[in-house]
């Protein structure tokens, strides 16, 4: 089914331990974007990469980094997991032109311990 | 100051009846999109409608629509006909710039609302 692939679904890590979350989409969108969603809250953009080649930070950028290693893949990394990190991060995508939105993907639960 | 506004935490509506959840934004571009997504409790984010900022016309998508009033700088989302299944969150996301960029402009949440369908 074409959408947008996050790996894995839920994670635990203890707090110092490095991780990579994984998003794969294959609708051929330019643009790609990393969100965090804490409880009672919305969600805030932590990168994004408007297109192949190029990444920008977003409302929450410490503490991650990210890569868009082709068209379809943009990974976050966490260097050193803080228990402040705990969160549901969810990978979208977009094509900039479409009007029906982004599309996301079903999110990544972490907890840091 | 916030750019998404979504002033009910939770809303309780009657099963078959009509609700609305308020959203108000602040914005300074003339172009922008606004959009509603429901999260229900399995997580994942569904699009539901989209309003741009040029569009006369009140978006309208099956049981939801969008009450556009540019000059309040608000986009309401009306739900007719209350189903159990619209038990969920509901967000009120932006996005500024106009339609046809480079896709740059990532999208703005609100806080959200949580809407619990009672039989």
């Known amino acids: 089914n074409a959408g947008v692939t996050q790996t894995p679904k839920f994670q635990v890590l203890k707090t110092g331990q490095s991780m990579t979350l994984q998003c794969a989409q294959d609708m051929n969108h330019n643009s790609m974007y990393w969100y965090r969603q804490d409880p009672g809250m919305g969600l805030r953009l932590i990168y994004y990469?408007?297109?192949?080649?190029?990444?920008d930070k977003g409302e929450v950028p410490n503490g991650y980094n990210v890569s868009r290693l082709n068209k379809r893949e943009f990974s976050l990394r966490l260097e050193s997991a803080a228990p402040s990190q705990t969160s549901v991060y969810f990978c979208?995508?977009?094509?900039?032109?479409?009007?029906?939105?982004?599309?996301f993907g079903s999110g990544t639960r972490l907890t840091v311990v | 100051a916030q750019k998404i506004t979504q002033t009910q935490p939770g809303m309780f509506v009657q099963e078959k009846e009509a609700v609305t959840l308020d959203c108000t934004y602040d914005?300074?571009?003339?172009?922008?999109?606004l959009f509603w997504y429901k999260q229900p409790s399995s997580g994942e984010m569904i699009f539901l409608i989209y309003q741009g900022s040029y569009d006369e016309q009140n978006a309208t998508e099956g049981r939801y629509s969008l009450n556009f009033q540019k000059a309040r700088k608000s986009a309401n989302l009306v739900i007719s006909a209350s189903q159990l299944g619209d038990s969920a969150m509901y967000f009120c996301a932006m996005r500024e710039g106009n339609r046809w960029d480079t896709g740059r402009r990532a999208l703005t949440f609100g806080s959200g609302t949580r809407l619990q369908v009672q039989p």
């Open positions: 914005t300074s571009d003339q172009s922008y999109g």
């Open positions: 990469s408007a297109s192949e080649g190029t990444t």
């Open positions: 979208a995508s977009s094509d900039g032109s479409q009007t029906r939105g982004y599309t």
